[in-house]
């Protein structure tokens, strides 16, 4: 209708260009890279409207975009500028959306993020280094928009090239945040370990804020985040809150009575495995729920095995599962472990009373003991000491 009253010839054919593909696509297969960027776009927006929910990610966006631009370059329909346009253009729309909530909510949302993320580097399936075309003109689109979303991913290992990473550090530099950096290996390892096939795993992707998962072969992650630092807090109360004084955990024994570092330790983990029984319960509740009176078809139609098993990717349909939990403040945890085993336990500078006596007066009056904690070893500066507790 706006092709038909407008003018403008150049504008006009533009016009006509739109309704065209929004005609074709995605009912029928994309013919270029313009088409596949629309019938890409659509697709997403069906699943955002079937759930209102956030996290949906285009995870390895470039693999599968690549084919069409990399077809339009050979036949010189497209140029590089172009298609950088059409990459921001989606970028703007990926910011434009947001999840409709009740007032309340909504007011605490505003400005939210959906958690869209994409994944640039990794590897393929059969463990070649998967960067194209695509991965640099994302790191580009994102450094000319510089949009809150989508969020961008590196999975970084030692087949990329010097000429990938320093583009990244390139938009790095910019401040906005971009790209996070992962280690594809260890997700490979780790995936694998736990019963992935090496081509899934190595196919994996970053969903939502950070968690890893399967490319479109998993159910969604319900679980949400578990307080790893909780339990330290716990343990140092004998299950108490110090908050509320209510006793939410075991008793695991008065901080005072702990004569090693191992019971301490020990203590923290009872408190871990106790909340773990009720939080996988409650997640498997949910979901149990959530397929009965609000399946999703649209999106267990992409999810591999949903349509062989004829299940909703929530009632075990999906190839995969990625239910469990997003372990949230481990390296807070690590890290004030690390400094009660060495101030408490091994160098004997503190006593456990008075550091109870700090905690419960938020450190007012104990300067030198805080001064103490925040000098003990911390993650993250090749110190095996603290390294290795937040390993275990």
Known sequence: ELAQKEA??????????????????????????????????????ACLLERNGSGYSPGRFSQYMYPFYQKDKDESRITEEEALELLELLFIKFTETGAQFESATRFQQAMGSKFQNIVIGGVTPDGNDATNDIDYLLLEAQKRVRMIQPTLSLLYHDKMSQKFLLKAVEVVKTG???PAFFNSDLNVQSLAAHGASLEDARNHCIVGCVERGFSHCSNSLWGGPINMAKFLELALNNGKDPLTGKQLGPQTGEAETFRSYAEFHDAVKKQFQYFCTPFLEF??????????????????????????????????????????????????????????????????????????????????????????????????????????????
Not at 16 to 42: D, L
């Open 8 to 45: 403008n010839p150049e504008r006009k054919a533009e016009l006509e260009k739109i309704a065209e593909t929004c005609e074709w696509v995605p009912a029928k297969p994309a013919r270029t890279f313009y088409e596949a960027v629309q019938s890409f776009w659509f697709t997403h927006l």
């Open 283 to 392: 997640q498997f509740t949910s979901n149990a729920i959530e397929a009965e009176v609000w399946p999703l078809p649209f999106a267990s139609a992409l999810v591999d095995d949903c349509i062989k098993r004829g299940k909703d990717m929530g009632t075990g349909g999906a190839k995969y599962s990625m239910d469990g939990c997003s372990a949230v403040g481990t390296i807070d945890l690590a890290n004030s472990l690390a400094a009660i085993k060495k101030l408490v336990f091994a160098d004997r500078k503190i006593t456990m009373p008075e550091l109870l006596r700090a905690l419960h007066a938020n450190f007012d009056g104990y300067d030198g003991l805080r001064t103490m904690l925040l000098k003990a070893p911390k993650y993250g500066n090749d110190d095996d000491y603290v390294d290795e507790i937040a390993r275990e």
């Open 176 to 178: 906005i945040g971009m």
